[in-house]
């Protein structure tokens, strides 16, 4: 039970440094652009593809909604179940002009630092698309929501591109940057 996870390690317009790219089981056949100096290979023995698949998650999973329809109104509050001391302000501005401008939400709150954003969207009556829009506008903006440091991208880079970690030791490692 060993897999390998190709990790960015650089950063760039479109990964961080430490971002888990692609998880697979043991002996990859890796692509040959696929190693140093773009990528390193963490390898992490003590467990299967499936038990390290949850870290590929991105921030998406965050965005909570309700629905509720009273007296002809629908009204979808969407909760972003992170920190709200852990957004970044373009992200809240972001949010907060195109779901005023295009979904003419009513924010309730971005002040409590330590607790989720949330914000009300009325006449949202199609909540599927609703969903999709903001998944497919603002996903990207939050990025991969687990990374490896970058102290340990070095040490995979000093080593010749590969580390080798227990699976305690990469769940130690991993960075929640979303907790």
């Known amino acids: 039970m060993t897999v390998e996870v190709l990790v960015n390690a650089i950063e760039h317009s479109s990964a961080l440094k430490g971002q888990l790219i692609s998880i697979q089981d043991q002996p990859a056949t890796w692509g040959s652009r696929e190693g140093l100096p773009d990528y390193v290979i963490v390898i992490i023995t003590g467990t299967t593809k499936e038990q390290a698949?949850?870290?590929m998650d991105t921030a998406s999973n965050l965005f909570n909604y309700s629905h509720v329809t009273g007296g002809g109104v629908h009204t979808v509050t969407v909760t972003v179940d992170v920190p709200v001391k852990n957004l970044?302000?373009?992200f809240?501005?972001?949010t907060k002009a195109y779901l005023e401008d295009i979904w003419g939400a009513t924010f309730?709150?971005?002040t409590a630092p330590n607790g989720p954003a949330t914000f009300e969207v009325e006449d949202a009556t199609d909540l599927n698309d609703l969903k999709a829009?903001?998944?497919d506008k603002f996903d990207n903006k939050l990025g991969p929501r687990y990374?490896?440091?970058s102290a340990d991208v070095d040490t995979a880079v000093s080593?010749?591109?590969t580390i080798t970690v227990t699976k305690a030791q990469a769940?130690?490692?991993i960075i929640d940057r979303y907790a």
């Open 53 to 55: 698949m949850p870290y």
């Open 88 to 90: 970044g302000g373009g």
């Open 92 to 94: 809240k501005a972001d």
């Open 108 to 110: 309730t709150s971005w």
């Open 133 to 135: 829009d903001i998944l």
């Open 147 to 149: 990374i490896f440091s």
């Open 159 to 161: 080593n010749g591109g």
């Open 171 to 173: 769940e130690a490692r």
